[in-house]
């Protein structure tokens, strides 16, 4: 997908990358689709080059089982998004999405040819309609470094998941240093962190996570 690469025009610029929704009859989310950036006029940033990374979707799951989606349209500011959608989804149930990034596009051909750095990033608000009430909802993320393919035999698959530490910036390097794939989990369990709240409170809610991925050039 072209919308996976971009031009470093400042030392730090913003994405977004990925939007979650959920609620009792719709679990959405949509794929890697714009990018947005922010620049800050205030500081002298270095111009980089061409930094490319590739986003890849996997599992989203409820209570530990794998949730079958399927494809819809989401419409923000006037321009549409793809959404993966399901059903059934409750006060209580603990969701996980998984996704993967690395330097490299085995199908497109697609690399990174410069030294980068990138910090996903996450927030989730629950709007509750009958309360007339929305809360902040704690979500969380992990990572791991995962074999980029079968071929991968220095990097172990088995290796354990790690807290993103705020400000510490994953490395992102060129292709032609190394190879370089990770494996991202997003949790969040639905009303764990809501108080003074019963079922009959959760009638037309939905629950927006937003997932942010921060990537600069190092250059």
Same mark, same amino acid.
């Not at 980068?116 to 979500?139: F, H, M, Q, R, W």
């Not at 709240?197 to 927006?208: P, Q, W």
């Given at each position: 997908?072209?919308?996976?690469?971009?031009?470093?025009?400042?030392?730090?610029?913003?994405?977004?990358?990925?939007?979650?929704?959920?609620?009792?009859?719709?679990? +959405?989310?949509?794929?890697?689709?714009?990018?947005?950036?922010?620049?800050?006029?205030?500081?002298?940033?270095?111009?980089?080059?061409?930094?490319?990374?590739?986003?890849?979707?996997?599992?989203?799951?409820?209570?530990?089982?794998?949730?079958? &989606? *399927?494809? +819809?349209?989401?419409?923000?500011?006037?321009?549409?998004?793809?959404?993966?959608?399901? *059903?059934?989804?409750?006060?209580?149930?603990?969701?996980?999405?998984?996704?993967?990034?690395?330097?490299?596009?085995?199908?497109?051909?697609?690399?990174?040819?410069?030294?980068?750095?990138?910090?996903?990033?996450?927030?989730?608000?629950?709007?509750?309609?009958?309360?007339?009430?929305?809360?902040? &909802?704690?979500?969380?993320?992990?990572?791991?470094?995962?074999?980029?393919?079968?071929?991968?035999?220095?990097?172990?698959?088995?290796?354990?998941?790690?807290?993103? &530490?705020?400000?510490?910036?994953?490395?992102?390097?060129?292709?032609?240093?190394?190879? &370089?794939?990770?494996?991202?989990?997003?949790?969040?369990?639905?009303?764990?962190?809501?108080?003074?709240?019963?079922?009959?409170?959760?009638?037309?809610?939905?629950? +927006?996570?937003?997932?942010?991925?921060?990537?600069? +050039?190092?250059?």
């Amino acid at each position: 997908m072209d919308n996976n690469k971009f031009k470093i025009k400042k030392r730090y610029i913003l994405f977004t990358a990925y939007l979650l929704i959920v609620g009792l009859i719709c679990l +959405s989310s949509l794929v890697l689709a714009k990018y947005v950036s922010e620049e800050n006029q205030e500081l002298d940033f270095t111009v980089g080059s061409v930094l490319y990374f590739n986003y890849e979707r996997s599992n989203l799951e409820r209570n530990g089982e794998v949730v079958q &989606v *399927t494809p +819809s349209v989401y419409e923000e500011d006037g321009k549409n998004y793809q959404l993966l959608e399901t *059903t059934n989804v409750a006060p209580g149930d603990s969701l996980t999405y998984y996704f993967y990034v690395s330097n490299f596009n085995s199908v497109t051909g697609d690399q990174n040819i410069v030294d980068g750095v990138l910090y996903p990033n996450t927030s989730a608000t629950l709007s509750l309609p009958i309360k007339g009430e929305v809360y902040d &909802v704690e979500c969380t993320i992990l990572y791991r470094q995962v074999p980029y393919d079968e071929t991968d035999t220095t990097t172990p698959d088995n290796n354990a998941w790690n807290n993103l &530490v705020v400000g510490k910036y994953l490395d992102l390097p060129p292709i032609s240093s190394q190879k &370089v794939k990770y494996e991202f989990k997003l949790s969040i369990i639905v009303d764990d962190q809501v108080s003074n709240t019963t079922h009959e409170d959760y009638f037309n809610a939905v629950l +927006s996570v937003k997932l942010f991925i921060n990537a600069a +050039s190092d250059e």
